[in-house]
């Protein structure tokens, strides 16, 4: 299922290509999102909610929408678990988009994990470490990495 964080007042695209022939679109929250038969979503009100797709076949996919009033620091993981030297980049992207942002990533114990400016996470240890990515419009958002 596909998530998606928008802006209130934002227009969305939703494609789907793992359903034949799309027969139906339909939101369950129409405060909070509408969908038309073209899968144009509009977010609408704050809140979440569930987009249904349905194919020709019968065939259904679901994506969920957050709408979200004010910016919000959104990771792609708050939660990970690395064997030893594993990687993973962090993602992190601030919702609504907002041109010039930077980001910076810091290790509560670089003992157990690393993670350079890019937000590429380094497994170096056992334990537990909070990955905590501000930006330099003062958001802050955390990932827990074991």
């Known amino acids: 299922m596909s998530e998606y964080f928008a802006g209130q007042g934002r227009t969305y695209l939703e494609k789907r290509t793992d359903v034949h022939l799309v027969s139906h679109h339909q939101s369950d929250n129409t405060a909070v999102a509408t969908v038309n038969q073209a899968g144009r979503i509009v977010a609408r009100g704050v809140g979440t909610a569930r987009i249904t797709v349905i194919g020709s076949n019968g065939m259904k996919t679901c994506c969920t929408v957050n709408v979200l009033t004010e910016k919000t620091l959104v990771l792609d ?6 064997s030893l030297a594993e990687q993973y980049i962090l993602k992190a992207s601030v919702i609504p988009e907002e041109t010039g ?4 990533f810091k290790s509560s114990n670089t003992a157990v994990v690393t993670v350079n400016a890019g937000g590429r996470i380094v497994a170096r240890g056992k334990g537990t470490a909070i990955i905590r990515v501000i930006t330099s419009n003062g958001l802050t ?3 827990t990495v074991e």
């Open 77 to 82: 993981k708050t939660a990970l678990t690395l």
């Open 101 to 104: 942002i930077t980001y910076t």
């Open 141 to 143: 958002a955390n990932c």
